[in-house]
């Protein structure tokens, strides 16, 4: 064989294995390296934009709790379905405790609030000022949640009497809210 | 010039091409080498990059994780903030005693009263907030549209005017108006015989 052949087989070999090499070896893997690289920088930058999520979640959840805390606590001052009697009871007592008749106590349909139910209870009392004060002091300021929403009283100055009407809201447990009236 | 051959006699073409041959192989396989190790670098980098790609992975999982339980918190947050706002609101309606206890300490004694009335302020109807949208004051407390009406009579015009004056003095009326007011005879008396309007002040 001649060495001119020798030396264009080598420089063959040569360029053949540098081809195959490049094209089926370093080329893939150099694209594939790029692709690997640009998903990790756009993983890598969904993280840095969410980096404070973990710390916003345990802040949250902190506030939480003492929120559910402080709806807790007014849980008590709902009344249950099966309770309003014994308010309507207890006002009863109290309204002859001061002094005050009540002519009519009238519990009505429950309507429905935002996120509670209330029974609209009408009640009409007669006597004297202070002690018709006495007992809607015991209503605003009871443990119970009922609101006066309507008020009337009419003066009878030879007794010295009122007499009138009230409408209050008496609130519902929450649970109970969820129920249809 | 005389030429010198300095190539050995037994030294022969086939030699020549051997050696060439052998020079040619070594360069290929070095070459070979050069790019397998080139390659393996590459391999190597890869390796490093996938096995930090699933670490990535694994982390937006548990940020998506973290969205959820976020989102899920926030909306817990929300209706309990909804909740307190709407008992809030129901307790700042408790208002009829200290008002009352207002208006009995601005008659004086020169003041009678012989109708007090709390009317109008009527819950509204429901309204569930639209989901999504606006926070818990949006479901807010209905328009404060009570009206209290007092009805009665004073001894003078002085102590009428004191009687208003006390009233539009308190931080829990608001726009006291007097609707009318006219002499009236009561038990041979000349009294003042008034009627007021006005609306109990709402506010955080």
Redesign the interface.
């Known amino acids: 064989?001649?060495?001119n052949k020798?030396?264009a087989?080598?420089?063959a070999?040569?360029v053949g294995?540098?081809a195959l090499?490049?094209f089926g070896?370093?080329r893939g893997?150099?694209q594939?390296?790029n692709a690997?690289?640009q998903?990790?920088a756009m993983?890598?930058q969904?993280?840095l934009q969410?980096e404070g999520?973990?710390k916003?979640?345990e802040r949250?959840?902190s506030?939480?709790a003492p929120?559910?805390e402080?709806?807790n606590a007014?849980a008590g001052?709902f009344v249950r379905r099966n309770e309003i009697d014994a308010f309507l009871q207890h006002f009863a007592t109290d309204a002859e405790r001061t002094g005050v008749s009540v002519n009519l106590l009238r519990p009505g349909e429950p309507?429905?609030?935002?996120?509670?139910q209330?029974t609209p209870i009408t009640l009409h009392l007669e006597g004297r000022?202070p002690a018709i004060?006495a007992l809607?002091?015991g209503?605003?300021?009871g443990k119970n949640?009922?609101?006066?929403?309507?008020?009337?009283?009419?003066?009878e100055?030879e007794k010295e009497i009122?007499r009138?009407a009230l409408i209050l809201?008496l609130?519902l447990k929450?649970e109970e809210a969820s129920k249809q009236p | 010039m005389k030429q010198i051959n300095l190539i050995p006699a037994d030294y022969k073409q086939s030699q020549?091409?051997r050696r060439?041959?052998i020079?040619?192989?070594a360069?290929?396989l070095a070459?070979?080498a050069m790019?397998?190790s080139?390659?393996l670098n590459?391999?190597a980098?890869?390796t490093r990059?996938?096995r930090?790609?699933a670490q990535?992975?694994s982390?937006?999982e548990a940020?998506d994780d973290?969205?959820a339980?976020?989102q899920v918190?926030?909306v817990?947050?929300k209706a309990?903030?909804?909740?307190?706002q709407?008992?809030y609101a129901?307790?700042r309606?408790?208002?009829?005693?200290?008002i009352?206890?207002e208006i009995?300490a601005a008659c004086n004694d020169k003041v009678?009263?012989?109708?007090?009335?709390?009317?109008?302020?009527?819950?509204a109807p429901?309204?569930?907030?639209p989901a999504g949208s606006g926070t818990a004051s949006s479901?807010a407390e209905p328009p404060a549209t009570?009206r209290i009406t007092l009805k009665?009579y004073a001894l003078t015009n002085l102590d009428l005017t004191q009687f208003v004056s006390m009233l539009s003095a308190s931080t829990l009326l608001n726009e006291v108006n007097m609707k009318f007011w006219r002499q009236e005879p009561v038990r041979e008396l000349k009294l003042i015989g008034f009627e007021i309007e006005c609306f109990p002040r709402t506010g955080p």
């Open positions: 064989m001649k060495p020798v030396d087989i080598g420089f070999a040569l294995v540098a090499a490049y070896l370093i893997q150099t594939r390296l690997l690289r998903q990790n993983l890598t969904v993280l969410n999520l973990e916003e979640l949250d959840r506030e939480v929120l559910q402080k709806l007014f001052s309507q429905k609030q935002l996120h509670y209330y000022f004060y809607l002091h209503i605003d300021y949640l009922a609101v006066i929403e309507e008020l009337q009283f009419q003066g100055p009122g009138g809201n609130f929450p | 020549y091409v060439r041959a020079t040619w192989i360069f290929v070459v070979a790019v397998s080139i390659g590459l391999n980098k890869i990059m996938q930090e790609q990535l992975q982390k937006t940020i973290v969205k339980d976020l918190v926030a817990e947050k309990i903030c909804e909740k307190l709407e008992i129901v307790q309606r408790r208002t009829s005693t200290p009352l206890h009995a009678f009263l012989n109708q007090v009335s709390f009317a109008g302020d009527r819950a429901v309204q569930p907030a479901a009570r009665g």
